[in-house]
């Protein structure tokens, strides 16, 4: 590969190793496996050692991944929900492997910095939450969660609600007058299952894993409902000024004799031989396991060597994990079921013969699209490995030829919607099949429904179980309908009652308040997301200025590609989409944006161009604007008359380049708020 080649590639894989990062860490919704993920993080870290010149000090393989919700001082976007403190020591990510020959390397590496014998800790690597506990005169002083590895937010009082962490250590257990020690908190098979279907019944987006789970419940701001989620810890590394013990193991041991909760399952290994036996039988029996484990945690015993051995930027020298591939089970598809989502598109579920894996029993399992399905040669009748990699929903794989009969019967893609019969359409650069009858087919409008009502959209007080009802009365069908509705039909509700129907009014009463932006995203335009509606909503300030824009206007806006822009076209030469935009207006919810942000506020950047790229904590075209709100023009590309550069992460490489180029003054957010008298 070539240097340009490398350095564009390099570009990519950061980025998007830094949104799975924010989807794990932060959301707690992953969207790919662990394995996926080190893959991507593998290749990365491949392309920077063979051209060390483009490694950032910002890599995301120079850091661990933080789990600190994004807040900015100056915009003010969003409130700190707990208080944060710096780590005394900071917290560092494991190395990590799938491959036995790479331990064996690890152990040679050990080898060359060790002047004499050494043994192995072997534990099980809990897939759970970091956390870092401060005992202070055998009372729990501080509970910091990982953060960003120097720093973490105080879940202290949440801690406190997990009975195996003990407030007050054993009293004359010899104990240090202060010490840290640090583990993982997880939420265990059943609890997790309780509380799924505890969610499902309060129509709530049930958890996808148990580390999710447990991360989520960690951040809850009331601790009373953290001591309900079943929650629990184990600790695994004592840090301690003085020694206590001349190996990790008796260390271990000691903090277990102060009431800590330590896992009775570490083994101490005389060679990488035991190493490998250690890791061949929990592979073997973590599914018989109470809690999810994804691999085994390998560090050198010896507390001194580890101390000579030190860290890298990112991790400890003496310790690895070893990773379990992913879980899969054999078992018998019996038959396709075709579901059409919110947006028409059609995904093939298979239903399965019950089989147990990672903990749960599985019956349903994704074939994804037409082509994976081409592509495994799936029939029904097969006996296919599943798989349930990292907990998320589970897959097909692959088959097992060597078990099909004569019995089976090609499964082949539907050419029409399963459920109203609308022909199939498929773009050419995408890989799924859309049932395009999207205004009259029941599951896109029920679909619609259910975005709409969302948290993140119109936060009104109603679930998918709610949505089916109404629709199924035939009180709803399009989106105005839902204001349409009276106390006198919400009571023919099943299990409705007069405080079920209060609730929902008032919501319903709420959502008018809602800004243009959320409005916008909950229409459920195909491909417009949450930040793409700020972005729209900012750029054209209402709803019918958007409805009027042409093909060229909209491509201007950087978070809108061809697609999108012909998707919005599309939608608004509907006229009955039109209809029930106006509809939605009368009853008062929000169609423009508030005046405020686009009152013009001075003419302080009269005369400048300012060309604005990367991320920001607000949209770019909210900079866009203030930039024009203040006298400014904003530019889309550097030149020669360009007066600054405001640049945010991630901002384009090929633009910093020229306007180092031609002198341009580059200048941060801050100081492009500080210029316009925002602080």
């Given at each position: 590969?070539?240097?340009?080649?490398?350095?564009?590639?390099?570009?990519?894989?950061?980025?998007?190793?830094?949104?799975?990062?924010?989807?794990?860490?932060?959301?707690?919704?992953?969207?790919?496996?662990?394995?996926?993920?080190?893959?991507?993080?593998?290749?990365?870290?491949?392309?920077?050692?063979?051209?060390?010149?483009?490694?950032?000090?910002?890599?995301?393989?120079?850091?661990?991944?933080?789990?600190?919700?994004?807040?900015?001082?100056?915009?003010?976007?969003?409130?700190?929900?707990?208080?944060?403190?710096?780590?005394?020591?900071?917290?560092?990510?494991?190395?990590?492997?799938?491959?036995?020959?790479?331990?064996?390397?690890?152990?040679?590496?050990?080898?060359?910095?060790?002047?004499?014998?050494?043994?192995?800790?072997?534990?099980?690597?809990?897939?759970?939450?970091?956390?870092?506990?401060?005992?202070?005169?055998?009372?729990?002083?501080?509970?910091?969660?990982?953060?960003?590895?120097?720093?973490?937010?105080?879940?202290?009082?949440?801690?406190?609600?997990?009975?195996?962490?003990?407030?007050?250590?054993?009293?004359?257990?010899?104990?240090?007058?202060?010490?840290?020690?640090?583990?993982?908190?997880?939420?265990?098979?059943?609890?997790?299952?309780?509380?799924?279907?505890?969610?499902?019944?309060?129509?709530?987006?049930?958890?996808?894993?148990?580390?999710?789970?447990?991360?989520?419940?960690?951040?809850?701001?009331?601790?009373?409902?953290?001591?309900?989620?079943?929650?629990?810890?184990?600790?695994?590394?004592?840090?301690?000024?003085?020694?206590?013990?001349?190996?990790?193991?008796?260390?271990?041991?000691?903090?277990?004799?102060?009431?800590?909760?330590?896992?009775?399952?570490?083994?101490?290994?005389?060679?990488?031989?035991?190493?490998?036996?250690?890791?061949?039988?929990?592979?073997?029996?973590?599914?018989?396991?109470?809690?999810?484990?994804?691999?085994?945690?390998?560090?050198?015993?010896?507390?001194?060597?580890?101390?000579?051995?030190?860290?890298?930027?990112?991790?400890?020298?003496?310790?690895?994990?070893?990773?379990?591939?992913?879980?899969?089970?054999?078992?018998?598809?019996?038959?396709?079921?075709?579901?059409?989502?919110?947006?028409?598109?059609?995904?093939?579920?298979?239903?399965?013969?019950?089989?147990?894996?990672?903990?749960?029993?599985?019956?349903?399992?994704?074939?994804?699209?037409?082509?994976?399905?081409?592509?495994?040669?799936?029939?029904?009748?097969?006996?296919?490995?599943?798989?349930?990699?990292?907990?998320?929903?589970?897959?097909?794989?692959?088959?097992?030829?060597?078990?099909?009969?004569?019995?089976?019967?090609?499964?082949?893609?539907?050419?029409?919607?399963?459920?109203?019969?609308?022909?199939?359409?498929?773009?050419?650069?995408?890989?799924?099949?859309?049932?395009?009858?999207?205004?009259?087919?029941?599951?896109?409008?029920?679909?619609?429904?259910?975005?709409?009502?969302?948290?993140?959209?119109?936060?009104?007080?109603?679930?998918?179980?709610?949505?089916?009802?109404?629709?199924?009365?035939?009180?709803?069908?399009?989106?105005?309908?839902?204001?349409?509705?009276?106390?006198?039909?919400?009571?023919?509700?099943?299990?409705?009652?007069?405080?079920?129907?209060?609730?929902?009014?008032?919501?319903?009463?709420?959502?008018?308040?809602?800004?243009?932006?959320?409005?916008?995203?909950?229409?459920?335009?195909?491909?417009?997301?949450?930040?793409?509606?700020?972005?729209?909503?900012?750029?054209?300030?209402?709803?019918?200025?958007?409805?009027?824009?042409?093909?060229?206007?909209?491509?201007?806006?950087?978070?809108?590609?061809?697609?999108?822009?012909?998707?919005?076209?599309?939608?608004?030469?509907?006229?009955?989409?039109?209809?029930?935009?106006?509809?939605?207006?009368e009853y008062g919810l929000q169609m423009k944006v508030d005046s405020g942000k686009k009152t013009v506020q001075s003419d302080i950047l009269k005369g400048m161009t300012i060309v604005i790229s990367g991320n920001f904590s607000i949209p770019r075209d909210e900079m866009k604007f203030l930039v024009e709100a203040n006298g400014g023009k904003a530019g889309s590309s550097i030149s020669g008359n360009t007066a600054y550069m405001v640049a945010g992460e991630k901002c384009g490489p090929a633009k910093l380049?020229?306007?180092?180029?031609?002198?341009?003054?580059?200048?941060?957010?801050?100081?492009?708020?500080?210029?316009?008298?925002?602080?």
């Open positions: 590969m070539k240097k340009k080649e490398a350095e564009k590639r390099i570009v990519q894989l950061a980025a998007e190793l830094e949104r799975h990062n924010h989807n794990y860490y932060v959301l707690n919704a992953p969207e790919i496996t662990d394995f996926q993920y080190d893959l991507l993080m593998m290749e990365l870290q491949q392309l920077e050692k063979m051209f060390p010149e483009l490694l950032r000090k910002d890599s995301p393989t120079q850091k661990v991944g933080s789990d600190i919700l994004p807040y900015n001082e100056i915009a003010g976007s969003l409130p700190r929900q707990f208080e944060q403190y710096p780590h005394r020591y900071p917290m560092l990510s494991l190395s990590n492997t799938y491959s036995l020959d790479e331990l064996s390397s690890f152990n040679e590496r050990v080898e060359k910095g060790s002047a004499s014998p050494y043994t192995f800790s072997c534990e099980l690597k809990f897939d759970g939450t970091a956390i870092c506990l401060t005992y202070k005169n055998g009372r729990l002083m501080r509970a910091l969660t990982r953060g960003d590895g120097s720093v973490g937010d105080d879940v202290t009082r949440n801690v406190l609600q997990i009975p195996s962490v003990p407030e007050t250590l054993k009293d004359g257990s010899g104990y240090p007058d202060e010490f840290e020690i640090r583990g993982e908190i997880y939420m265990p098979y059943k609890a997790f299952d309780k509380l799924n279907r505890q969610r499902e019944i309060e129509e709530e987006q049930p958890f996808a894993n148990p580390r999710n789970a447990a991360a989520g419940s960690l951040k809850l701001l009331d601790p009373k409902l953290v001591k309900g989620r079943g929650l629990e810890c184990t600790l695994y590394h004592l840090i301690v000024e003085e020694p206590v013990a001349a190996t990790h193991i008796e260390a271990l041991q000691k903090a277990s004799s102060w009431g800590l909760p330590v896992s009775g399952l570490v083994k101490e290994c005389i060679n990488l031989d035991e190493v490998n036996e250690y890791i061949n039988r929990w592979d073997s029996e973590r599914k018989n396991l109470p809690y999810a484990t994804d691999g085994i945690v390998v560090k050198v015993n010896q507390l001194a060597l580890q101390a000579s051995l030190g860290y890298t930027a990112k991790s400890p020298r003496w310790a690895t994990a070893y990773k379990f591939k992913p879980e899969e089970a054999l078992t018998k598809l019996v038959s396709i079921d075709y579901q059409v989502g919110r947006t028409g598109a059609v995904t093939p579920v298979a239903n399965l013969e019950p089989v147990q894996l990672s903990g749960t029993k599985v019956k349903r399992a994704s074939l994804h699209n037409a082509d994976q399905m081409q592509l495994l040669d799936i029939h029904i009748g097969d006996y296919v490995y599943v798989e349930k990699g990292g907990e998320i929903i589970p897959k097909i794989t692959r088959v097992e030829p060597s078990r099909r009969g004569f019995d089976i019967v090609e499964a082949v893609f539907p050419s029409h919607c399963p459920v109203c019969g609308a022909p199939l359409v498929r773009d050419e650069d995408e890989a799924r099949h859309f049932c395009p009858n999207q205004d009259n087919c029941p599951p896109q409008i029920k679909g619609k429904f259910i975005h709409f009502i969302g948290r993140k959209a119109m936060g009104i007080n109603a679930g998918e179980a709610t949505v089916e009802q109404l629709y199924s009365k035939g009180y709803i069908r399009e989106l105005s309908d839902l204001y349409k509705l009276t106390p006198e039909l919400l009571l023919t509700l099943d299990k409705w009652k007069e405080k079920s129907v209060s609730n929902f009014i008032e919501s319903l009463s709420k959502s008018r308040e809602v800004p243009f932006e959320r409005v916008l995203f909950a229409l459920g335009i195909r491909h417009i997301g949450e930040t793409t509606a700020k972005s729209i909503a900012m750029r054209f300030g209402d709803i019918w200025s958007i409805s009027m824009a042409t093909r060229e206007e909209l491509l201007e806006i950087d978070d809108v590609g061809a697609k999108l822009a012909d998707s919005i076209l599309s939608y608004f030469s509907n006229p009955l989409h039109m209809r029930i935009i106006k509809e939605l207006e380049e020229k306007a180092l180029k031609l002198g341009v003054q580059i200048i941060d957010e801050t100081q492009f708020f500080e210029m316009i008298n925002k602080i």
